[in-house]
Each structure stands twice: as C-alpha cells, then as structure tokens.
C-alpha cells in the first residue's frame, strides 16, 4: 500500500505556471475568433471564393441540387459545425481555465487532477482540428482531400480587401486552435512525469505511514481511547485546554480531586461552617507582590471577604433578681437589691451605707 500513490506535487512547478500564464492570451483570443465566425459570418463566403479558384467545390451547386430535389451532402469544413463546434469549445476553454487558475493558487491543482482535465480538452480539440481539415470531395471536377486552401495557401491571392480579411481571420483562428492542443498536450507529458514518484517522494511517503502506525499503536494501547471515537477525543482535548487554570488543593490522587479555591468560594464555606483545607488558607494566607496581583483585584478581594464575613455572636448568661433573706440584711451592711453578683466580689465597688444610693468608690 505504500509503495503505490500519486504524489501531489509538480516536478517543475515554475514551467507549470509559465504554461497557465501563456494560455491566457490564447484562450481570449480563441473565444473571440470563434466568437465572431458563429454562425456563418464568412464561412460560406470563403467557400464561394475558393470555389471561383478552384481549389474546392462551390455553394451553388448544393443550391442547385437542393433545387432539384437531389441529395447532396455539404462538406464538414464549410458545415455549420465547423463554426458552432468551435465556438463550443472556446467557451469551455475559457471556463476551465478560470477553475485551473483558482486550482493553482489555492495549491491544490494536482498532477492528476492536470492529467484527466487536459487529457479532456485535448482530445475535444483534435477534434476541433480535424473538421477544420476535413476534405472536401463533393464535386469530382474540383476536390481537396487536405486542409482548405485559406490554411494551404496566402490569403493575398484574393483581390478584394473584405475577403482578404476574412481569410486572415480564419487562418489566425486555426493557428490558435494548434497552440491550444500543443499547450495542452505539453501539460499531459508534465502531469504524467509529476504522477511518477521520485525516491526521495517514496521516502517522506514510508516516513508517514510509519508515524501513523505508530500513533494508532499508541491509541490502541489505551483502553480510554478505544471507546471515544476521533471526534470525541477532540472534542474532549479541546474542553481540557479551555478550563480556567485557577489554584486548588489536592484532595486525593485522582485527577478529578482538584478542588478550585476562589475568594468567594471561601466566603460560601465560611457562612455555611464549612472547614477551609489548610492549603486554601496557606494560599490567602501568603503575602502578593503588586506584580502577581494588580490594585484592583487586591482591593475587591479584600471588600469581598468583608462582604462576607460571617457575623459575630456574643453570648450573655440570663439576668436574675437576687432577693437575700431578711436576717441577713440586718446584720450585713450591703443590701443587693437588682441584678446578682456575676461573681465572688462582682459588686464590692459599690457600697451601700442605708442612706440614698450606693456610690462608687
């Protein structure tokens, strides 16, 4: 399997791109040409003159058979399919062209893409050739078993200017047309020499499969990789890279037991009674540089721990009236009437000597 492929590459891509650039001018000119001969603007007229010459049967004598109900076949060279066929031809030229050179620059005009395209056009103008070659045997006084006589011979034999000019612009079109079918007979030879590939095109062609095989190899060893197809593993790649990288602690071996700290999650545990690990508060704890963390970060992570910080509650035991037994206020000379004592010597700083309230001392 891999001694057997079709490079992609051309051999001599800048003799590529000189043909691509040359055919321009010869494509317009063959649209033109053929353009303005469809769809008998001399054809019949060089047939006319070439048949006061001699060099070929004449147009009257289709008429006069026409006339008298008698068959008689017209000659592919001066038939209507001499000019339309053409014309045809120019127009796909001219389309394939335009994909060709779009192909070229986006580098993906391959050998073998080359290769079926003009192998295509080629035979399509050999055709072309061949009817504007076609003999013409139809009268036996006067036939021409070779090319028409404005290719064979030079159009200043005709004495009228008008005439002269279409048998320029005949002979004009049939050059092109053999430019045409030698540039694309040039392209084949060069898409099939491109299409054999060289050793150093075999080379870089084992070194890639083998790199392959080894990757498969390494996909198959995994048995997490086996049941995810490509396109999940992707996927799964891609959802990995666009996780925020923020601090956490690790809370086991596994690689899901990454718990993320932020400061607000830490104020949510702090509210709920939740126990902070100690590596989150090692983490708030350590001192940022202005560097690490800008002003504002700083500044809102300290309003936001405020924020949040839970409220503090303060306990205070139940107020109960103390009322001491009568022999006792006879003989003591502090009375407690109000609040008890919270202690052992809880009210010694105010005395009460029987007269108006107590004073302090």
Not at 41 to 65: C, H, I, K
Not at 124 to 144: E, F, G, K, R
Not at 186 to 195: G, N, V
Not at 335 to 343: F, H, I, M, R, W
Request: hydrophobic share 40%.
């Amino acid at each position: 399997m891999g001694r057997y492929f079709l490079p992609r590459k051309w051999r001599m891509p800048k003799l590529v791109l000189g043909l691509i650039l040359f055919e321009f001018p010869f494509t317009v000119a063959n649209l033109a040409l053929f353009g303005i001969a469809a769809p008998n603007t001399y054809r019949t007229v060089l047939w006319r003159v070439g048949g006061e010459m001699g060099f070929n049967s004449d147009p009257s004598q289709v008429a006069y058979a026409a006339y008298n109900y008698q068959e008689m076949e017209i000659p592919m060279v001066w038939s209507s399919l001499n000019t339309n066929y053409n014309m045809y031809i120019g127009v796909v030229c001219t389309f394939f062209y335009l994909i060709k050179s779009a192909l070229w620059l986006l580098h993906v005009f391959y050998p073998i893409l080359s290769l079926i395209l003009h192998v295509s056009l080629t035979a399509l103008w050999a055709a072309s050739l061949y009817i504007q070659t076609a003999p013409d045997t139809v009268d036996p006084a006067h036939q021409n078993k070779g090319a028409p006589w404005y290719i064979t011979k030079s159009c200043n034999i005709v004495s009228d200017k008008r005439e002269r000019g279409y048998c320029m612009q005949a002979k004009s079109a049939f050059a092109v047309s053999v430019i045409m079918l030698i540039t694309y007979a040039i392209f084949i030879i060069l898409s099939i020499w491109s299409l054999i590939p060289t050793p150093e095109a075999r080379a870089a062609r084992d070194s890639k499969i083998a790199e392959r095989k080894a990757e498969k190899e390494l996909y198959a060893s995994s048995p997490y990789d086996q049941e995810m197809t490509a396109e999940d593993q992707w996927q799964h790649m891609w959802e990995l890279q666009q996780l925020p990288r923020t601090p956490g602690a690790t809370t086991g071996h596994a690689p899901w037991a990454k718990v993320p700290a932020t400061p607000r999650t830490t104020a949510f545990n702090q509210l709920q009674g939740a126990q902070i690990p100690q590596a989150h508060q090692e983490h708030y704890a350590q001192p940022r540089s202005p560097m690490m963390a800008p002003p504002q970060q700083q500044t809102y992570s300290s309003v936001q721990q405020q924020m949040y910080s839970p409220p503090q509650q303060t306990y205070s035991p139940p107020q109960q009236t103390y009322f001491p037994p009568p022999d006792q206020v006879q003989h003591e000379s502090v009375a407690y009437a109000g609040v008890a004592p919270q202690g052992q010597h809880g009210y010694d700083g105010y005395p009460y000597n029987g007269k108006g309230k107590g004073t302090a001392m």
